[in-house]
């Protein structure tokens, strides 16, 4: 331990950007004038000094090997003297000033299994969490579910035949690393078992006041439990969102029986057109169905093909669903509407239909 | 007149050793109760330091669940050998 | 090294188009044995449909209180290398931009003292390292301080800011989001490392409204590029598109939230006065128009996941500001805002829900920003106004005297 502690530097923070940027773009940084998609994957930047920036989007999958990295260290060597990025969907992004390059180097990222797309109306690569691969709360895995959809869907990815741009994402419990919740859609992972207390490692491990106040339905109280202090659970209370177990890990929530998949639709963050909006629950629950996720890529390549087939040219899915009206979503989907999409926390009323604007 | 870092240092130790497995305390915690006990001689940047000194001398750590906490060094329950 | 275990399940993820995670475990795996034991954990995971993993919540590299993940194996007997898997998270560059050169010293660290296993990147923006052991924490840590990455942030710290490319590559970039990114990753290098607040806190900076790094959904402080000034138009281009086969009636106008344009066939027409700059016209015409040269951003605070209170977007706190460095109107007003919420916030209470819990009106007032009618969407719809201060019959009297 000693020598690591020498000459230890702390507080530095991260190495500033100008040193990775390609020439190109530190002569044209905040000089471009205008882009166009040359075609699937591929963009074209030109700058008010006429340099052209080629950018080449492929697909990755988040969860990449350092062997992988090496790959892509090759590749921008071999074609953008070494330079690359990733964006803020996982995917890596090739920066070629040289035209000649961009075909030859996406014969290479094919070859190497990285399909190229995600620009314009289409779909990119689906934001998502650690699933089972290394998270103790997970209610599904994230990868897995994340490449099942993708391999459904690819043909959305390496082509632009959407009517607008169809964002994805993941998250693996209500805790939502990846803040899935404003997404065209989100396929969110839920427990819906109360949790399982285990009152003899709660007194060493948890604070009970803490744990208490940890619920947001006030669904845990204290209580003496053979002779030692703990909590209970009032389980009629308990909508499974697993807050207590990560201010108490003796209260695990995850249960194979009860874990599965929930599909919410409709929401954006981009100001275009319309505000940004929240996800809509569309389907309460679909059982994990491992290793291919089957009921759920079906799920939601029919919510993709009824928004392709009948948005309007841009229309978001939140977008089209608010037109046509969500009754005649749950119709053309031939999702059943059910109790369970009827709001009850705070402000639900806010969420009922309060007119008489309605279609027949 | 300001009190010396050190000082404000002890007495957060030995708060954090009396509440230890009973009640996790927070930076700001310590640095309430450091302004309420030695009153206009403390302030928060003071409290900052003394929180600094109490981690780095390695009396004490930072711990996480579900938010974090100074607490004695110790072994968690989730832990493998 | 270990052959991989039997993984039937797994290999089914190997199949398909899309790059395949399953593969690139199998990749790191071949050089290091928590990988075998990693596809043998979670094929069981696969197996019985419930994850393996402990929490844990003291590991960290010595003096900072973030950026390390604790995570154990709850079957270490059967998973001894993955007994202990923790995660470090290292503070990207902004814009994600890299050199093969830096990105191969990670590698080598991270192949010398971890599993060989990344996310590029994690949710928050930072560099993922994904699973190591506790003893190689402090050296992951040495390694990294010769090539000149910091640890990023977890728990109740300020969270590795991150920001989209901006000025690098997109001609929208209304502000220069590395800079700002970077100015303030280094400002708050001590609220990063050392959690002091009631919870996490996250920047995130988007260079136009169209928000490529979700900003509006996922950050306490929202800074988003904007303009105040007229939409730039190229007339010419415009009729190009037209003549290319836009139908610009149809495509652009009828598109238009502010319903403030007019194409008369000839010229398009902005009465920029209604225009809400959502983006929608310039996305679909870049080459013809171009967001205005008085140039800034929108700053919106506490949007967040559900947990607790329920998700929240954010919302107007400032409706245009400069951004200049230093940057003093954003730092002065972070740092009343810490203050307060520093203060009176709860364990595990957001800035958003703080703000819910007190009310906009309060918090404003607690720091020191007077209320404008941008900051709402419409004015309340129920009469229960606290009024502060109320007069007695002989207020008069006094005043006189005073």
Known sequence: MVDVMKDRRTDFGPPHYERFLPPIIKENYGKWKYHEVLKPGVMVHVSETDAKLYTIRAASGRLISIDKIRMFCDLADKYCDGFFRFTSRHNVEFLLSKKDNVNPLIEDLKEMGHPIGGIGNSITSIVHTQGWVHCHSAATDASGVVKCVMDDLIEYFTEMKLPGKLRIALACCLNMCGAVHCSDIAILGIHRRPPKIDHSRLRKMCEIPNTVASCPTAAIRPATVDGNPSVEVIEENCMFCANCFTVCPSMPLNDPLNDGISIWVGGKVSNARHEPMFSKLAIPFIPNNPPRWPEVTTAIRNIVELWAKNARKYERLGEWIERIGWPRFFKMTGIEFQKEHIDDFKHAGLTYKRSTHLTF | MAKPVEEVADAMFNMVKDAQGMKKLKPMDLTKAMIEFFGDEVDKKLCKLAIRELIESGRCVYTYFGGSFIELPHREGAAND | ?402
């Open chain 3, 1 to 402: 090294m270990a052959d991989l275990p039997n993984t039937p399940l797994l290999d089914e993820l190997e199949k398909g188009p899309w790059p395949s995670f399953v593969k690139e475990i199998k990749m790191a795996a071949k050089r290091n044995p928590m990988g075998a034991d990693l596809l043998g954990q979670l094929e069981q995971s696969y197996r019985e449909k419930i994850g393996h993993w402990k929490h844990g919540g003291i590991v960290g590299v010595f003096g900072y209180g973030g950026g390390v993940i604790g995570r154990y194996s709850d079957l270490p007997e059967k998973y001894p290398n993955i007994s202990h898997f923790h995660t470090m998270r290292i503070n990207q560059p902004a814009g994600w931009f890299y050199t093969s050169e830096a990105l191969r010293k990670i590698c080598d660290i991270w192949e010398k003292r971890g599993s060989g296993l990344t996310n590029m990147h994690g949710s928050t923006g930072d560099i993922i390292l994904l699973g190591t052991k506790t003893d190689e924490l402090e050296p992951v840590f040495s390694d990294l301080q010769k090539i000149d990455f910091d640890i990023g942030g977890s728990g109740s710290d300020l969270r590795t800011p991150s920001c989209c490319c901006g000025m690098a590559r997109c001609e929208w970039a209304c502000y220069d989001t590395m800079a700002l990114t970077y100015d303030l990753t280094m400002h708050y290098q001590d609220e990063l490392h050392r959690p002091a607040f009631p919870y996490k806190f996250k920047f995130k900076m988007s260079g136009c409204p169209n928000d490529c790094v979700a900003s509006i959904a996922r950050s306490d402080m929202s800074i988003i590029g904007n303009w105040r000034d007229e939409i730039q138009i190229d007339q010419d281009a415009v009729g190009e598109y037209a003549d290319k086969g836009m139908d610009i009636q149809s495509d652009v106008i009828s598109n238009c939230p502010g319903k403030c344009m007019e194409w008369d066939g000839k010229e398009l027409h902005i009465d920029n006065s209604y225009c809400v700059h959502c983006m929608h016209c310039i996305n679909v015409m870049s080459k013809a128009l171009r967001p205005g040269k008085d140039r800034g951003a929108t700053i919106l605070i506490g949007s967040k996941a559900p947990i607790i209170e329920g998700a929240f977007l954010s919302s107007v706190l400032f409706p245009f500001i400069k951004i200049e460095s230093p940057y003093d109107k954003i730092k002065d007003t972070v740092d009343k805002i810490w203050d307060i919420w520093s203060e009176e916030g709860k364990n595990r209470e957001r800035v958003g829900e703080f703000i819910q819990r007190v009310g906009l009106g309060n918090f404003l007032d607690a720091i020191e920003v007077e209320p404008v009618a941008e900051m709402v969407a419409h004015p309340r719809e129920n009469p229960y106004v606290f009024y502060e201060e109320f007069y007695e019959e002989d207020d008069g009297e006094e005043e006189e005297e005073g």
